[in-house]
């Protein structure tokens, strides 16, 4: 079983409608992020994460929102989805260390469509 | 800010031969890490090879090896034998080591290997 999984793995939805892209892990770690990655533009960090209690905006924020429900696991929501969020979405984890090696570990990515 | 620039969209290789991949940074830190991310088809991330800026030695990992140019802000990706498995997308990546959170993505090159 993967260590970082997401779901869905592909979902394909309607503009105005509410979607939540779901990840959890079992690598203990206590760092979580969103990616988002557009063909071109590399990955883009949308939210991080941590711990339980600290939520942070990442460079594209607007238009999205996260929870960090527990320590393993953390979910974005689209509120009401745009077209523009077409893209290909990575969950991370890495580990609070010092000094920060950056590491990241990543799940398969959820694409997902907005029509 | 730090920008991390892959001047290559697309490169290709002939399997068995030797590829560079190039990368290049801004930064104002002494203190950082650089690494190599590889995308297969399959989506997921994963890490191929990283570099603490602190070190002189250039990091390899079986076929995978670096060109640190601290001075320069180079760092290129040098894939040796190059197999049929080694086509993906490679990213390029940045943190600082003061305990920064946000790795910087490269916008990627896509590596093809020619039979």
């Known amino acids: 079983d993967a260590d970082v999984t997401q779901t869905p793995r592909n979902r394909i939805t309607k503009t105005g409608k509410r979607i939540m892209l779901e990840c959890s892990q079992t690598k203990g770690h206590d760092r979580m992020y969103w990616y988002r990655q557009d063909p071109g533009l590399g990955l883009r960090l949308i939210y991080y994460?941590?711990?339980?209690?600290?939520?942070n905006k990442g460079e594209i924020s607007d238009g999205y929102s996260v929870s960090r429900q527990a320590q393993a696991k953390f979910s974005l929501s689209l509120e009401s989805a745009i077209p523009n969020q077409t893209a290909l979405y990575f969950c991370a984890t890495s580990v609070a260390s010092a000094p920060n090696t950056g590491e990241l570990f990543f799940g398969e990515g959820s694409r997902l469509t907005v029509l | 800010a730090q920008t991390v620039t892959q001047s290559q969209p697309e490169m290709s290789v002939q399997e068995a031969e030797t590829v560079t991949l190039s990368c290049t940074y801004d930064t104002s830190e002494s203190d950082y890490y650089l690494f190599w991310y590889k995308q297969p088809p399959s989506r997921q991330m994963i890490l191929v090879i990283r570099?603490?800026?602190?070190?002189?030695q250039n990091a390899t990992e079986n076929r995978f090896s670096v060109n640190f140019q601290k001075a320069a802000k180079s760092f290129s990706l040098k894939i040796s034998d190059s197999q049929l498995g080694d086509a993906a997308m490679y990213f390029c990546?940045?943190?600082?080591?003061?305990?920064?959170?946000?790795?910087?993505f490269g916008k990627g090159t896509k590596l093809s290997v020619i039979p």
């Open positions: 994460s941590f711990d339980v209690k600290d939520i």
């Open positions: 570099q603490e800026a602190y070190k002189q």
């Open positions: 990546a940045y943190i600082s080591g003061a305990g920064s959170y946000q790795l910087t």
